[in-house]
């Protein structure tokens, strides 16, 4: 009889476990059971709102929810939920604090033709890390700044530079009064036999307004020597953005403050 009442007393349990309830149309509810899936170690919580029933899962993902068990304590509370949209694509984020750390578990979701919502890629991140890291890293926004052209004159033998000035798009949404890039330039019948000749790096406090077309003076190249004949067939320019000032503030910082106040004001 003792193993008849063990054996039930573990089907009660595993029955109890699946039973949490869900409104999966209701995005609060996905984000309160993604909590309790943590809180209380039990998977089959989280199953019932992963994406194939979180069958299908890549090691990665394996990884990143096992860390987020090992994160996670009874005691911890949400903070904060928010649900934000990028193109295509939706995101759930949950907010929680632990020690004088804030951190933030992050999931993309969708919903389906009934509006019932399934997550997947979970992830963790330390926000405090994340703005320090913010703070101590170069602005570099690459994909915002178009290097669109160089241009240069030469000597009457045309070996030599006389000067050289690139020109840039400014596509940050943002004025900006200091940039640093590195100017490359190769030498060659084609890019891929050419071989560098000049690789010099180029600070400028002349302001670039948002959406603005400007040009900045390659110092270095006047008066440089290239050594052959310089025409436009012959040379190949590339340009790598460094830094540019000023650095706005991150997302991650923002977030932080955010927290904090937050945390404030429940606590009043």
């Given at each position: 009889?003792?193993?008849?009442?063990?054996?039930?007393?573990?089907?009660?349990?595993?029955?109890?476990?699946?039973?949490?309830?869900?409104?999966?149309?209701?995005?609060?509810?996905?984000?309160?059971?993604?909590?309790?899936?943590?809180?209380?170690?039990d998977t089959t919580i989280l199953r019932q709102i992963f994406k194939h029933h979180m069958d299908s899962i890549s090691n990665d993902q394996r990884d990143r929810i096992k860390e987020?068990?090992?994160?996670?304590?009874?005691?911890?509370?949400?903070?904060?939920?928010?649900?934000?949209?990028?193109?295509?694509?939706?995101?759930?984020?949950?907010?929680?604090?632990?020690?004088?750390?804030?951190?933030?578990?992050?999931?993309?979701?969708?919903?389906?033709?009934?509006?019932?919502?399934?997550?997947?890629?979970?992830?963790?991140?330390?926000?405090?890390?994340?703005?320090?890291?913010?703070?101590?890293?170069?602005?570099?926004?690459?994909?915002?700044?178009?290097?669109?052209?160089?241009?240069?004159?030469?000597?009457?033998?045309?070996?030599?530079?006389?000067?050289?000035?690139?020109?840039?798009?400014?596509?940050?949404?943002?004025?900006?009064?200091?940039?640093?890039?590195?100017?490359?330039?190769?030498?060659?019948?084609?890019?891929?036999?050419?071989?560098?000749?000049?690789?010099?790096?180029?600070?400028?406090?002349?302001?670039?307004?948002?959406?603005?077309?400007?040009?900045?003076?390659?110092?270095?190249?006047?008066?440089?020597?290239?050594?052959?004949?310089?025409?436009?067939?012959?040379?190949?320019?590339?340009?790598?953005?460094?830094?540019?000032?000023?650095?706005?503030?991150?997302?991650?910082?923002?977030?932080?403050?955010?927290?904090?106040?937050?945390?404030?004001?429940?606590?009043?």
């Open positions: 009889m003792k193993k008849i009442f063990f054996f039930l007393g573990i089907v009660l349990i595993g029955l109890s476990s699946c039973q949490y309830n869900i409104d999966k149309t209701n995005i609060y509810s996905v984000a309160k059971a993604i909590h309790e899936s943590f809180v209380q170690k987020i068990q090992k994160f996670y304590n009874p005691k911890l509370k949400i903070i904060k939920i928010d649900t934000s949209s990028f193109l295509w694509f939706h995101v759930l984020d949950l907010f929680t604090k632990k020690g004088s750390n804030f951190y933030r578990i992050r999931a993309n979701y969708e919903r389906d033709s009934l509006g019932e919502i399934s997550i997947d890629d979970l992830e963790l991140s330390n926000i405090n890390e994340e703005c320090e890291h913010y703070k101590n890293t170069p602005y570099c926004p690459s994909s915002q700044i178009e290097f669109k052209s160089i241009r240069w004159t030469t000597d009457y033998y045309g070996k030599t530079f006389k000067s050289g000035e690139v020109t840039l798009k400014n596509n940050t949404g943002q004025d900006i009064n200091y940039i640093k890039f590195r100017v490359i330039l190769r030498n060659g019948n084609s890019y891929w036999n050419s071989k560098t000749f000049f690789n010099q790096t180029v600070e400028s406090y002349k302001p670039s307004y948002k959406g603005d077309i400007s040009t900045y003076r390659i110092p270095g190249m006047e008066n440089y020597y290239a050594g052959f004949k310089i025409h436009k067939d012959n040379l190949y320019f590339n340009a790598v953005l460094i830094e540019v000032l000023p650095k706005p503030k991150s997302y991650w910082c923002n977030k932080l403050e955010e927290l904090k106040k937050e945390v404030i004001s429940k606590s009043e």
